[in-house]
């Protein structure tokens, strides 16, 4: 069936470093895709969205870049930070009232 | 900042016992959903609720499982007879439309023993 999937399990960065994780998708109708931070023992937040009429989009610290050509999917974090350690998920929409989330990358980063 | 609040944060029970998990969405939103995460595994899909009934369930969201908003406030799980492998972190989830973002509740650990 039609799933999410990330590349990388467990990421560790440097303090000040940019992040980048990534995340396949398999899906080619799937035409929202969200990033989600989960930290331990909470519930996911929400970090960044984007639609697949576009193929970037930036907040504060992150951006998500969009490949529908090879249905891929990153999260960018500029100059992470101890507080940016977390599971992160990709997850996926258009399947009408749900999201089907990744795996999750364990982005550990050290000081 | 509007939050989805959940009720309990961790809730015991023994196998085949009833279990009743509460949450209160994000007021003006419309979309309601319940979500569960087995201890280091990925979030899956439950069930998805809008205008006082069902839009969408999963495989998982079989006859054990029951989703209600008794008033204007509060949208419920239950687990009628739940057993061992219900034992997971079961997450509230309230959005304002299809395809936006879903906001989560902290969750409720739910151990069943």
């Known amino acids: 069936g039609e799933s999410v999937g990330l590349h990388l399990p467990t990421l560790s960065v440097q303090e000040g470093d940019n992040s980048i994780i990534n995340c396949a998708y398999s899906?080619?109708?799937?035409?929202?895709f969200i990033w989600y931070k989960q930290e331990s023992g909470k519930g996911p937040q929400f970090i960044i969205d984007?639609?697949?009429?576009?193929d970037k989009r930036q907040g504060q610290r992150v951006t998500v870049l969009l490949n529908k050509t090879v249905k891929h999917l990153s999260l960018q974090i500029a100059a992470t930070q101890p507080g940016d350690s977390a599971v992160y998920f990709c997850?996926?929409?258009?399947?009408?009232?749900?999201?089907?989330f990744g795996a999750g990358t364990i982005l550990r980063v050290k000081s | 900042e509007p939050e989805v609040t959940q009720t309990p944060s961790h809730q015991v029970t023994q196998m085949g016992q009833e279990v009743i998990l509460r949450c209160v969405p994000i007021?003006?939103?419309?979309?309601f959903y319940w979500y569960r995460q087995i201890l280091g595994q990925k979030v899956e899909f439950l069930v998805s609720?809008?205008?006082?009934?069902?839009?969408?369930k999963s495989e998982i969201f079989d006859d054990q499982f029951s989703v209600e908003r008794p008033d204007g406030s509060n949208f419920t799980l239950k687990i009628r007879s739940t057993k061992l492998e219900d034992s997971a972190m079961y997450f509230c989830?309230?959005?304002?439309?299809?395809?936006?973002?879903?906001?989560f509740g902290q969750g409720t650990r739910l151990t069943v023993v």
């Open positions: 989830a309230s959005g304002r439309g299809l395809n936006t973002e879903a906001f």
């Open positions: 899906n080619s109708a799937s035409d929202y």
């Open positions: 984007i639609r697949s009429n576009m």
């Open positions: 997850a996926e929409g258009g399947y009408g009232n749900k999201l089907v």
């Open positions: 007021s003006n939103h419309l979309y």
């Open positions: 609720f809008y205008n006082n009934e069902i839009s969408e």
